[in-house]
């Protein structure tokens, strides 16, 4: 059957057989007779068999016309059963086993009628519904709501809406979250005939805690920018990348950009591997010497062993990395290689040598004043003033200081990260040491999620943005930028978001963190922690913040102008 399944699936066929032993196969409208079926190995068969649409008639083996081709002899190169499995096998197990859960999501109102006479707050409420003292505690959160909650049959409403028992609300929540909505959509749906009180509270925090949701749903708020400081000379600490002007032309560039003056190499290389780089940076450092640290992204010929050791072991220079997928680590060459993009483009443009072209911008952007410093970066890389084809008075002028350039620097750079900041909306990093977190991977297609879906803990976190995350499934320990990190958020598994305090992390997610883990203090979320240590929870009524009208703002101001009118 599954070898002619493209021909059989959508149509129905009658399956005729001689074997009493495949009697299990008949339909269960036509299986009282059959008895039991005890083979596990036959259940699963049937079940394998069972998006089909056939009739099973038992024939004698004279009258089975396959019989005599069952007995042909000579060797089968079939595949042995179920070696090459089709999307097509478990699709209907699937289906059934999908609808039968949805199915057990239903929630009746027999179901509410039920629990609400077994809620006994809901109990207690409806006892003091009438009653003007003040309520209980362990009901006070609904006497805000008095004058709105009356009794129905055997349940409470509140204006049309089903006060819901506590009982049903996490099986609620498990509903209207069935299709991965957002918090404002959920609430919506759930304000349409359901109440009860933190309502918005509870669906706002089953969201956050859901694991699909928070694996697809990337960080929408940056990290603020770090401020860098100098360093303590020219050519010391060097950041370099590839620029990769034109993939038809074949024109790639090596840029080194100089952290303190700004100064700017730029090679074009034929050739990308580690050999080709090792030529190109032992003819800039002939040139212009040897730097301290070498700074870079985690490109092929950056990340490659023989170039780090190459790099130590001959010229004594630290080679450092970029974290991964972090391009604004680096900065500073990536600003630069803007520039050398637009000179290619119009190199191309004009039909010029590219080479040519590309030596005359690097000589006049090194001769240009930087828009930090205000000084040219030839200038500060070589100590003086150099000439161009434009006259200069500066040349024999006094150099200089360097507390000033650091000043001028300090100042840029400030006014740069609180306007960027502004813009951006840049949150702060709130991920501590110890957090279980998820790490964001890149997307290969479009139904890929934005992160990773295997548990990590951060081991450490270092300056500008660094941390270390452990993969729990391999225990292999990487550094990743702290935006590309999210704070795994555990949903509590109890009948309710806000009465239990007991956390699980879902299943396919990686290691989980153990049961006595699970039970400390600094895992449970605010409201449960309180809980924990017997405090009461402050009980508080939903409400917007109320602001004063703006014409209240300046009071002296607005009865001048009333007394002018």
Not at 113 to 118: A, G, P
Not at 123 to 136: A, F, G, S
Not at 358 to 368: D, F, M
Request: contains cysteine; charged residues 30%.
């Amino acid at each position: 059957m599954e070898r002619f399944a493209y021909y059989l699936l959508g149509r129905k066929f009658t399956l005729r057989s001689d074997s009493e032993a495949l009697m299990f196969m008949v339909k269960t409208k036509q299986r009282k007779d059959v008895g039991k079926r005890i083979m596990s190995r036959a259940e699963g068969w049937f079940l394998r068999m069972d998006h089909f649409n056939y009739d099973f008639e038992h024939v004698s083996g004279s009258q089975n016309i396959a019989d005599a081709a069952s007995r042909i002899g000579g060797k089968r190169n079939d595949m042995q059963f179920g070696a090459e499995k089709e999307p097509h096998e478990l699709c209907f197990v699937e289906a059934n086993i999908n609808n039968i859960n949805n199915q057990l999501l239903a929630l009746t109102s027999a179901q509410v009628q039920e629990e609400s006479m077994k809620d006994e707050e809901l109990q207690q409420v409806m006892q003091w519904l009438n009653k003007e003292e003040k309520w209980p505690l362990a009901i006070a959160k609904y006497q805000p709501f008095q004058r709105e909650i009356y009794i129905q049959g055997n349940v409470l409403l509140k204006q049309e809406k089903l006060l819901l028992p506590l009982a049903l609300r996490k099986q609620a929540l498990t509903i209207a979250h069935r299709s991965h909505p957002g918090m404002s959509t959920m609430k919506n749906f759930l304000r349409q005939g359901l109440w009860w009180p933190n309502m918005d509270r509870e669906v706002e925090e089953f969201v956050k805690s859901c694991p699909e949701c928070q694996l697809i749903k990337t960080n929408t708020k940056p990290l603020p920018i770090t401020l860098t400081e100098l360093p303590n000379n020219p050519w010391e600490y060097v950041s370099m990348d590839f620029a990769s002007c034109s993939d038809t032309m074949n024109w790639k560039v090596l840029v080194l950009t100089d952290n303190y003056s700004r100064f700017l190499v730029a090679l074009p290389m034929e050739k990308t591997d580690t050999e080709a780089v090792k030529r190109a940076l032992r003819r800039i450092f002939h040139t212009y010497h040897v730097p301290k640290t070498l700074k870079a992204d985690n490109g092929p010929p950056f990340s490659s062993l023989d170039l780090q050791t190459w790099l130590k072991d001959v010229w004594g220079i630290k080679l450092i990395h970029t974290t991964p997928l972090n391009p604004t680590e680096n900065g500073l060459v990536e600003r630069s290689m803007q520039g050398i993009n637009k000179i290619a483009t119009i190199a191309r443009l004009t039909k010029q040598n590219w080479k040519d072209v590309l030596a005359e911008y690097v000589a006049a952007y090194n001769s240009w004043p930087h828009h930090v410093t205000k000084v040219p970066p030839a200038e500060l890389m070589f100590g003086r003033a150099v000439r161009g084809l434009l006259p200069n008075s500066k040349v024999d002028s006094a150099q200089l200081q360097d507390g000033e350039l650091r000043d001028r620097d300090r100042v840029a750079k400030f006014d740069r990260n609180a306007r960027e900041d502004k813009k951006r909306g840049a949150k702060t990093n709130e991920i501590k040491v110890g957090d279980m977190v998820l790490v964001m991977q890149q997307k290969k297609d479009k139904t890929d999620t934005s992160y990773k879906n295997i548990m990590h803990e951060v081991v450490k976190l270092s300056g500008a943005g660094r941390a270390t995350v452990k993969d729990m499934l391999t225990d292999k320990e990487y550094e990743r930028n702290v935006k590309m990190l999210k704070k795994f958020v555990v949903r509590d598994d109890g009948n309710s978001t806000r009465e239990e305090g007991d956390t699980a992390v879902p299943l396919d997610l990686g290691k989980q963190p153990g049961p006595q883990e699970a039970a400390t203090s600094e895992s449970l979320m605010p409201y449960q922690q309180d809980t924990a240590k017997g405090e009461p929870i402050p009980k508080r009524r939903n409400a917007r913040n109320i602001r004063r009208p703006k014409r209240y703002l300046n009071m002296c101001e607005y009865v001048n102008r009333c007394e002018l009118k």
